[in-house]
C-alpha cells in the first residue's frame, strides 16, 4: 500500500530538476531533488552542528542586556542558577553525602598521593581546593572530585620518566603543579574551543581494558606496602614487579605487616559485599575504610608494631595547601615536559570526569555541557596547581556512593572540601600510625572495582574488533606501561573508525518469493535472482576513502557472477543496479568511483541503474552532471521500479 | 503494494529470536532476527575483506602444483601472463607510443633533474631503467614511468633541507639514491602488507589543490632559468620567489635568454592548443617540446648566444646509469633522514602512479590491482636507487600521450627506455648548447597541465568540505612549502573523514499526507507532524565516536519539540520513534548511547520505540539484551507500523 501510494505523492513535490522514467515504463514514480541550499548556509550549518551541536547560545536569543549578563554568569557558574532553587531538604541530602563520600576519600587520597610519588598531604589538599571551584562552575550534581588511582599512576609514571621523586623530591613536585597546571589549561582551552568531542575518539572499549589494566598495575603496586618490602621496583609492568617481589620473598617480606594488610583486606572486601548485596547498605563499604584506618592506626600504636617492621606513614604536614604558584615551571626545559605530560594527563581525567557526568546525568535525566564542563574542570585544575594540588578528576567510586548516598547538588563536595579541610587543620597527626598495609588494602579493594568483567564479556558478544581493542589497552598497560596501553587503546580507537568509513559492507539483493521486494540473499536464501541484471547494495556513505573499494567491490560482484552465469551458460548482466539507500552522502572521489564504474560497465555492455539515491546524493549526481551521463531515466525510486524497467517479466511474477 | 506483501513475507522467514506486535497491533509485521555467525568466521571475513578485499588467490584455488608456480610467477611478472598473447599488431601500437613518450620524456627529464637539484643525466637514468623494470611486473597498459615534476619538486626541497646540493653535490645525491631506495622499500612494504588503501586517505579534493599548488611553484622555479637570473632564492613559497625575480630584475635578467625562451613558450603551448583542439593531433604538442630542443640548439650553436649571457646546458655525462649500490647510505645519521624522506616522497609517487594506473585500466576496463602494482613500483625504484636514478612514478601527461598513441602494452615503455638508452650513448653531448630558458618554457608549459580549475569548480560544486581540503593544499604549497601543503592536504582529509563519523545528520520525519510513509519534514515541508509522537531518523552507524551526540541531539529535537507544544499547549510526547534504517551497525558504545536515551525516556516518561534496525543492528540490539530492556514490542518493521501503535487512529487518517 505504502509504496504506491508514497510514489503518486513524490509526484507531486517532484522540483524543475527532478525526472521521470515513464517514458521507458508505465509506473510514473519520480525520484525528487531537493531544492537547491545557498552553500554558505549549507557550510555554517555543517559548522553549527559540528562545534556548536549543542547550541548553547539558544537562551540568549532576543533576552534583554541585563539579563544577558545574568544568563552569562549562570553559564559560566551553574552555582548561581541552581543555587536559587536550593533548599533544606536538598541540603539534608548533600550533607550526608558530603559526609559520606569524606570519610572514603581521606584514607582514599593519602594512598593515591603515594601512586603519584607524592606526600600524603598533597592527596587531601587535591581534596580541599579542587572540589570547591568544581562546585560553582560544574554542571554534574553527582560526580565526585578529588584524586583518583588511575590519574595519579599516570602522572606519577610520567613524571618519574623525568625526575626521580626520592633524590629530588621538591623539583619532582615542582614538575607535578606544572603537569597539573598545563593539564587544567588543556582541560580548559578543549571546552572553550569546543573540541570537547575528541575525547568521544576514545572507545568505550578501549577505556573498560585501558582502566582494568590501570587497576590490576595499581593492585601490584600496592604488594610493596601490603607485603612491607623495602627495595621495590619503579616499573609499573607486571613482569618486573614480580620479579621484585618474589626475589624479595625470603628476606624483604614483613609477617606483621601482612597479617594487619590481609586482615583488613578481607574486612574491606566482605563490606564491599555487603554493599553490593543490599543497596541500602552502600554506607558500609563506604566507611569501612575509614574504619579500618582508625582500627589498625590505634592497633599498631598500643602494640608498637612499627618497632616490628611494620612500615607506618609516619608524618602528614598539618595545615591547609600551601600557595605553589612560584613552584610552576614557566620558563625552563622542563616546562615543554610538563606541558607534554599535562596534556596526556589531562585527557585522561577529563575522560573519566566526562564519562561519570554523563553516566549519572542520564540516570537523573539532566543534560551536561560536555564543553562547559571541561571549562569547569579544566579551571579546577589550574587553580589546584597554584594550591599545591595535583591533577583531580571525577573518581568512578566515590560518585558511585556520593549518587547512593542521595546528594541533590554540587553542595556535597563542598561539604566534603571541608571535612578535608577540617582533617587537615587538626587530625592529620593522628595519621602519624596508620599502616601503609591498611592504605594499601584500602587501595587494593578500591581499584578492584574499576575491573568490569561482565563489559568485557558485552563487548565480546557484541563487536569482536571493540574487543581487540579492549584487550589491546589492558595487556599494553599490565605488560608495558600505562602510555603504552594508552597509547595502543588510542590507536585501535582510530583503526577502527578508519576501516569502517574504508570498507563498508556490500551485499547482493534478490527478489523474495511472490513480493516485489529486494534483500540480502544471504538473510534470505529464499531469494531469487533476477535474470540479466545483479542488484548490490552499499552500506555507507561513499567518500575519498572508501570509493575505489566500493569501485572495485561492485565490479568483482560482476565479474563472479558473470563466470557462474558462463559456467551455467545462462544469459550475460544486462543491467547492474545499485541500490543506494543507506547511502547517506557522497564526494567528489565518491561521484569519480561512480563515474569510472559507469566507464567500465560501458565497456562491458552493462547498463549502471541507481536506485532511491538520498537527497543529498541525488543532489549531488546532479550537480555533477553524473545523472545526465548515465541518463536520467536510469535513476528509480525503489529497486522494484527499477527492475520493471529491466526485465518487466520477471517483475510481474508474483 | 511492495510494502503490504513484504510484511506478510518477512512473517515467514522470522527465527526463534524473532518478535511480534501483533499484541499490540492488528498488522503482523515481524523484524527478522539473522542466525548468528561464528565469531572467527565473522572475524575472517572482516579481516579478509579489510586486507584481500580482491581476493588475489582466487585463481589459485584447487590448482595443481606446477598450474600454481606458474600463476605465481604471472602474479609477480604479469609480462608472462600477457606476454604470450603479445603479437606484431599490438606491438605496432607500442612503437609509435614508445616513440612518442620517448621525445616528450627526453627533454622533460633534462629539466625534471634540475627540480631535484640534479645534474640533467640523472633524469635520463632514470628513465632508462625503471621504466624496464616496470615493464615486467606492473599492471597498467598504459601508464608512462619516469621521473614527475611535483615528485622531483618534492624530493629536490626535502633533501636540500639536509645537504646543500652546489656546496655538496656527492653528498646530495648519496642522499638522494638514499631516498630513493627507501622511498622503492615503503611502497613495496605497503604492497606486499596489502596496506594499499592508505594511500585512498589522500582524498581526491586534496591531491588536486596540492597538484596545482605544485604546479604554480614549479612554473615560478623555471622563472630562474627563464629569464636568466644567476643568484636565485632556495625557498620555493611565492612571496620569497618573487622577491629574489624582481630584486634582480634592472640587473640581473638577460633579454636574449627571455626572447628564446617566449618565443618556445609561445610555440609549446600553441602545439598544446591544437592538440587539445583536435585529439588527433596529440601528437603535435608530444613533440614539440624535442622539436623546440633541436631548433633553439641549434640556433644557440650558430649565433653562439650563450656568449651574450644565455645559459646552456653545458654538459651531459655520456654513457649509461653508472652502478649506485655503493653509494647509498646503510649507516649513519643521514641514514634516517633518507628514510624519512623517501618514505614521504615515495607515498606520492605511490599516489600519482596508483591514480594514473587506475582513470586508464577503468577507460580501458581491465583491473589493476594497487597493492601488486605497488610491489612494482616499489621494485622500480629500488632497482633504479642502485643505478643511479632518483625517485621515477607514473608521469600524468606521458601517461595521456602514451594512451593516445595508441599503446597496446607496457612494451612502450621498453621502447622508451631503448630510446633514451641510445640517446645516452651517443647522443648526449649535442645537448651541450641547449639553453636553459628552453627547459624552463618545456616545464612550465608541462606543469600548467597540472592546474585542473574544472575538478577544483566541481568540488567547490559539489562538496564545500572537499573544496576547503583543496584550497588548504593549494595555498599551503605556494605560499609555505611542499611538505606544508601535503601536510594540510592529510590533515584535512582526516579531519573530514573523522568529523563525517562524529557528527551524522538527523532528521525528523513526518508523515507524507495521505500515505503511510513517513519523510524528513524539511524537505516535505506538507508533512505533518504525528500528535504525541516524534519521529527521528539516525543516518549513520551508530559508534563511539558519534554515539553520544547522537544521544545528545536526540534529546535535543525533543526538548525542543516539547517547548513548543507546550508553548501552543498541545499534548506533550509519548512516543519518540528512532527510524533507524540507514544505521548499518552499531557498536558497544552505541548500544551504551540507545541505552542512556531509553533511561532519560523514562524520566521523561516517553517510550523509546525503534522502526527498521538492519539484521547487524537486529543482532546486536538482542545479544546486549537492549531490546528486551526496551520491550521487543518496541521494535517495528517500518515507521508505519511504529505509529499503527503508537496513536492508531492518526496511522488510519489517509
Request: glycine share 6%; aromatic share 12%; charged share 20%.
Amino acid at each position: 500500500m505504502g509504496g504506491r501510494i508514497e510514489e503518486l505523492v513524490e509526484t507531486k513535490e517532484m522540483d524543475s530538476r527532478s525526472l521521470s522514467s515513464s517514458n521507458r515504463t508505465n509506473l510514473p514514480y519520480k525520484v525528487g531533488v531537493p531544492p537547491k541550499e545557498k552553500w554558505w548556509n549549507e557550510f555554517n550549518n555543517r559548522l553549527k552542528e559540528t562545534f556548536f551541536a549543542d547550541d548553547p547560545l539558544r537562551s540568549f536569543k532576543d533576552q534583554s542586556k541585563s539579563r544577558k549578563f545574568v544568563l552569562g554568569l549562570q553559564a559560566v557558574f551553574p552555582i548561581f542558577e541552581w543555587g536559587r532553587r536550593y533548599n533544606l531538604a536538598k541540603f539534608k541530602g548533600d550533607l550526608i553525602a558530603g559526609l559520606t563520600i569524606a570519610s572514603l576519600c581521606i584514607p582514599q587520597d593519602i594512598g593515591y598521593a603515594r601512586l603519584a610519588n607524592l606526600a600524603p598531604q598533597y592527596g587531601l589538599y587535591s581534596s580541599f581546593v579542587p572540589p570547591l571551584i568544581y562546585a560553582f562552575m560544574g554542571s554534574s550534581r553527582d560526580i565526585a572530585i578529588g584524586p583518583v588511582a588511575v590519574v595519579s599512576l599516570l602522572l606519577g609514571t610520567l613524571l618519574q620518566n623525568e625526575i626521580d621523586p626520592v633524590q629530588n623530591a621538591f623539583e619532582y613536585r615542582r614538575l607535578a603543579f606544572t603537569a597539573t597546571f598545563f593539564a587544567g589549561i588543556t582541560q580548559a582551552t578543549l571546552g572553550i574551543l569546543r573540541l570537547g568531542f575528541l575525547i568521544d575518539f576514545l572507545s568505550h572499549a578501549a577505556v573498560v581494558g585501558f582502566m582494568a589494566g590501570a587497576a590490576i598495575t595499581i593492585a601490584l603496586q600496592q604488594l610493596k606496602g601490603f607485603l612491607g618490602i623495602k627495595k621495590f621496583t619503579k616499573n609499573t609492568d607486571i613482569v618486573s614487579v614480580m620479579n621484585s617481589v618474589f626475589s624479595s620473598a625470603h628476606h624483604g617480606w614483613n609477617w606483621q605487616t601482612i597479617l594487619i594488610g590481609a586482615t583488613f583486606l578481607v574486612f574491606l572486601l566482605f563490606a564491599k559485599y555487603i554493599g553490593k548485596k543490599n543497596k541500602k547498605f552502600f554506607w558500609i563499604p563506604a566507611i569501612a575504610p575509614l574504619i579500618s584506618v582508625v582500627l589498625s592506626t590505634f592497633f599498631v600504636y598500643i602494640t608498637h608494631a612499627e618497632e616490628k617492621g611494620v612500615q607506618i606513614v609516619k608524618h602528614i604536614e598539618k595545615g591547609i595547601n600551601p600557595i605553589s604558584v612560584n613552584e610552576i615551571f614557566f620558563t625552563g626545559d622542563y616546562l615543554m615536559k610538563g606541558v607534554r605530560i599535562g596534556i596526556v594527563a589531562g585527557m585522561v581525567a577529563l575522560t573519566e570526569a566526562v564519562a561519570i557526568g554523563r553516566t549519572f546525568a542520564s540516570m537523573k535525566d539532566y543534560n551536561i555541557d560536555g564543553n562547559k564542563e571541561m571549562v569547569a574542570l579544566g579551571a579546577m585544575n589550574v587553580a589546584g596547581s597554584m594550591t599545591s594540588c595535583y591533577v583531580a578528576t571525577g573518581s568512578f567510586s566515590r560518585s558511585a556512593v556520593n549518587y547512593m548516598a542521595g546528594c541533590e547538588t554540587a553542595v556535597s563536595n563542598i561539604i566534603m572540601s571541608i571535612v578535608v579541610f577540617l582533617t587537615l587543620q587538626f587530625i592529620t597527626p593522628l595519621f602519624e600510625y596508620t599502616p601503609n598495609a591498611i592504605l594499601a588494602s584500602i587501595i587494593i579493594s578500591a581499584v578492584l572495582g574499576l575491573i568490569d568483567i561482565d563489559a568485557a564479556i558485552l563487548i565480546w558478544k557484541i563487536d569482536k574488533f571493540d574487543f581487540v581493542a579492549c584487550m589491546g589497552a589492558f595487556f599494553g598497560v599490565v605488560f608495558a606501561s600505562v602510555e603504552i596501553g594508552l597509547l595502543i587503546a588510542v590507536s585501535i580507537s582510530f583503526a577502527k573508525l578508519l576501516l569502517q568509513v574504508t570498507r563498508p559492507r556490500t551485499a547482493l539483493l534478490g527478489k523474495i518469493p511472490r513480493t516485489h521486494v529486494y534483500r540480502n540473499i544471504q538473510q534470505y536464501p529464499e531469494a531469487s535472482k533476477v535474470p540479466g541484471v545483479l542488484i548490490i547494495r552499499v552500506d555507507s556513505a561513499i567518500y575519498f576513502s572508501n570509493s575505489n573499494y566500493i569501485r572495485e567491490r561492485i565490479l568483482r560482484w560482476l565479474t563472479d557472477e558473470e563466470e557462474q552465469l558462463k559456467a551455467a551458460n545462462l544469459p550475460q548482466i544486462q543491467y547492474l543496479i545499485v541500490e543506494m539507500s543507506p547511502v547517506t552522502d557522497i564526494d567528489t572521489s565518491g561521484i569519480h568511483a561512480l563515474e569510472e564504474l559507469h566507464r567500465s560497465l560501458q565497456k562491458r555492455s552493462v547498463e549502471l541503474v541507481l536506485a532511491n539515491p538520498g537527497p543529498v546524493v541525488m543532489d549531488k549526481l546532479y550537480t555533477s552532471k553524473f545523472a545526465n551521463s548515465i541518463g536520467e531515466d536510469k535513476i528509480f525510486l525503489t529497486v522494484a521500479d527499477a527492475i520493471q524497467t529491466c526485465s518487466p517479466k520477471f517483475a510481474d511474477e508474483v
